[in-house]
């Protein structure tokens, strides 16, 4: 009986706790539904919350030695978005864009933050003027396509042509006889298009109009690139936008690449917005494809017209490893446009660590040394009276004999990676062309280096042997039509008496090889050049240009016709034959080693942002072999010994720390000096790396021979051991 009493007592306790609860509830839905019914239904009407997309960092690159080359630095940014602003006060929505505008930029002015606007008008001392003669050929480009997009004008813009004409619709709507559509003009059009009313100034609308302008480029998709009002703002000025209520603009932040050196420029390439919708659908070709045949995408990145892409270099050809996977960001806004709250749905993934094979202490060695070289002929030119010696460039790249590892791949001029935007105009306007990489994109006559290829030619197909003689009478006189001389001939009027192939190399005896290179021909000949590599891809990740190798097949390509004694002229390297530096480097690499050609490559390792290894100790690809017995490889190495120890360059290599081999070369350009052409190796018994060097109207090969030792002398000296390849699993000394 008590245990039943205890039970009921028990339940209504119960039972009052839940009309205890429920009336709280009642109370709550009838404060919402009734009493702040309005205030409610309001908010929900103005609160919006979207969704974005948060771009992942992107990837870090470092050299082979773990040195960080490039990462990333968070900046905060301020986009205007005149969605965003609302018409209050009876105004129009573009008034109220504007009035909103201008107290964002009054704001900007105040803090010293500058804008981005290209609009090519000037507001100066005597009124608008155009500054389409000095602004980039990009930003040039765009205007002359919006003012077309406007029928405003079809005219061609260039430095030299900088003032639009008018259409004849629009000189036939405004009533004029000119042609030219001056800038004072052109500002009365853009205030009505883009209602910039009297109320505001000359100078005023100028701003104004800037941005809108630069807004109206990506609505009429005159480029793809979003627009970013102001970049790497300051802690104090986000505070001010927050807390002020400036309607439009909205602060978020972005990574921007960090360069952690200025040497390798022409390596590690850049990152920037899509400049046409062909790069865009190039890029998202494999995505598409995988789409339209209902496979999985979700390994796949879709770019959108804003991403910032890997434009060249390193940037662009990695761009797989070092773009991360982007997250989702949900952002809730109030009636007025003010951020309310932010959340992840997706958290964003960051790009792998991509690691190079390059030393970039011992490759900022090497392009200090071209830089010396370059300066000091230029110096002595300038000294001799010679006029425009500014064009002068040059280039080398240092290989592993071991696997055709770029440890350094330099071309000068070079510029700072960093300041690549700031100061494109004074680098465009070089004559040297710094943005050129000449160490991949140069193509150039091989001269006498070229002779190391036809000696194993002709020694693997028994047109001679190590031991064979050959008389040299200075002038080559097998035909009668065609009669070529030795440079001893042409200097001196002697010949290199009777010679055989090391001593051939040694002298760099042009008879000796006109007479292997006659007697074996063309194909043979080339066949030996292709397996070498010359004329041919190397297999490096960027962009090169694989160069011409002169021949009956390339003659009948451009239409000319093949002479037979031609053979003479490519045996010694003097034909039509046009390598880059990267391919003279693995051809003496091949040549050394044995005959087997890999593939030159950048890429050393791939670490995800997890820690695991995606990519590591990549695998050389075997490209091809030159078949070479060890007495032809012994006969060629002799010639190439005896020139460092004894030979014309003897002089500059008693500074060498190292023994090593070497033959120089020159290519007559025109009715210029000749380019100076150079390729080594070291050391002399157990080669590790393989050197070419190229320099514009450098003149004798042998001038380079000085560069080439400094080159040697940093990567092999006891100081910088840190820069030698170090086999895995051995400790340093």
Not at 61 to 72: A, E, F, I, W
Not at 429 to 439: H, I, K, L, M, V
Not at 485 to 514: L, M, P, T
Not at 624 to 633: A, E, K, R, Y
Request: hydrophobic fraction near 40%.
């Amino acid at each position: 009986m008590d245990n039943e009493k205890q039970f009921y007592r028990r339940s209504r306790i119960l039972l009052g706790l839940f009309c205890v609860c429920l009336l709280f509830f009642v109370v709550l839905l009838y404060d919402a539904q009734v009493i702040d019914h309005e205030d409610y239904l309001s908010r929900s009407t103005t609160q919006v919350t979207t969704s974005t997309t948060v771009e992942a960092s992107r990837g870090i690159m470092t050299d082979r030695n773990g040195k960080v080359l490039v990462s990333n630095r968070e900046i905060y940014i301020v986009d205007f978005d005149p969605d965003l602003v609302q018409a209050v006060d009876g105004m129009t929505h573009s008034e109220a864009v504007n009035r909103a505008l201008m107290r964002l930029i009054v704001l900007c002015q105040k803090h010293g933050v500058t804008w981005t606007d290209t609009l090519p008008i000037e507001l100066g001392d005597y009124g608008f003027a155009y500054t389409t003669a000095t602004t980039s050929s990009t930003a040039r480009t765009r205007f002359q396509n919006y003012l077309a997009k406007m029928k405003w004008s079809d005219s061609e813009l260039t430095a030299d042509s900088p003032v639009p004409q008018m259409t004849a619709s629009l000189r036939s709507e405004l009533g004029h006889t000119s042609d030219d559509l001056s800038a004072p003009m052109l500002m009365k059009l853009l205030r009505k298009e883009f209602e910039v009313g009297s109320n505001f100034s000359d100078r005023q609308a100028r701003q104004i109009i800037g941005v809108l302008y630069e807004l109206a480029l990506r609505k009429r998709e005159i480029t793809y690139s979003s627009y970013t009002f102001a970049k790497d703002i300051s802690v104090d000025l986000i505070s001010i936008l927050t807390d002020g209520n400036f309607a439009g603009a909205t602060v978020s932040s972005e990574t921007v690449r960090q360069y952690h050196t200025t040497a390798a420029a022409h390596i590690l390439g850049r990152t920037g917005e899509f400049e046409t919708k062909d790069e865009r659908a190039e890029l998202n070709a494999a995505y598409n494809a995988a789409l339209e045949a209902g496979e999985d995408t979700s390994g796949l990145h879709y770019y959108y017209a804003d991403d910032i892409v890997g434009k060249s270099g390193v940037e662009a050809a990695f761009e797989s490893y070092l773009r991360g996977k982007d997250g989702t960001r949900l952002i809730t806004t109030n009636a007025e446009g003010k951020i309310t709250s932010e959340l992840y749905s997706i958290q964003p993934q960051p790009g792998a660590t991509v690691a190079l094979t390059i030393d970039i202490d011992f490759q900022a060695k090497v392009e200090q040394a071209l830089k010396e070289a370059v300066e000091a002929m230029n110096a002595e030119d300038l000294a001799n009276g010679v006029e425009d010696v500014g064009k002068r460039g040059a280039a080398a790249v240092v290989v592993s004999v071991a696997d055709s590892d770029i440890l350094a791949l330099a071309s000068y001029p070079t510029y700072d990676p960093s300041r690549y935007y700031t100061d494109f105009n004074l680098y465009s306007a070089d004559p040297a062309q710094p943005f050129f990489n000449r160490a991949l994109g140069g193509a150039y006559a091989p001269g006498s280096t070229f002779k190391l290829c036809t000696s194993v030619a002709a020694l693997e197909s028994g047109i001679i042997t190590p031991n064979t003689k050959i008389f040299t009478r200075g002038k080559y006189t097998f035909w009668n039509d065609y009669q070529p001389a030795c440079w001893i001939f042409n200097q001196y009027g002697g010949s290199h008496g009777n010679i055989n192939v090391s001593e051939a190399i040694y002298h760099s005896c042009n008879y000796f090889f006109y007479e292997v290179g006659r007697l074996m021909g063309i194909e043979t000949l080339n066949e030996y050049a292709k397996a070498f590599g010359l004329g041919q891809p190397t297999g490096i990740e960027l962009n090169e240009r694989t160069g011409i190798l002169d021949g009956p097949e390339y003659r009948a390509q451009i239409e000319s016709i093949w002479e037979g004694g031609t053979v003479l002229q490519c045996a010694i390297g003097q034909g039509s034959s046009l390598f880059s530096p990267l391919q003279l480097a693995n051809y003496v690499a091949t040549l050394v080693r044995g005959g087997e050609r890999f593939s030159a490559h950048l890429l050393d390792s791939v670490t995800l942002s997890d820690g695991s290894t995606a990519i590591d100790n990549t695998m050389t690809e075997l490209l091809s072999v030159v078949d070479m017995s060890p007495t032809t490889l012994a006969a060629v190495k002799k010639g190439m010994g005896d020139l460092v120890k004894t030979g014309s360059i003897a002089k500059y290599f008693q500074e060498c720390i190292v023994s090593a081999g070497a033959k120089t070369g020159s290519a007559q350009v025109g009715t210029e000096v000749a380019n100076g052409v150079f390729v080594c190796f070291a050391p002399f018994e157990n080669p590790e790396i393989a050197v070419s060097i190229v320099i514009e109207q450098g003149g004798s090969g042998s001038a380079l021979a000085a560069t080439a030792v400094n080159i040697l002398n940093a990567y092999f000296a006891p100081s910088d051991i840190g820069t030698a390849l170090i086999p895995e699993g051995e400790l340093l000394p």
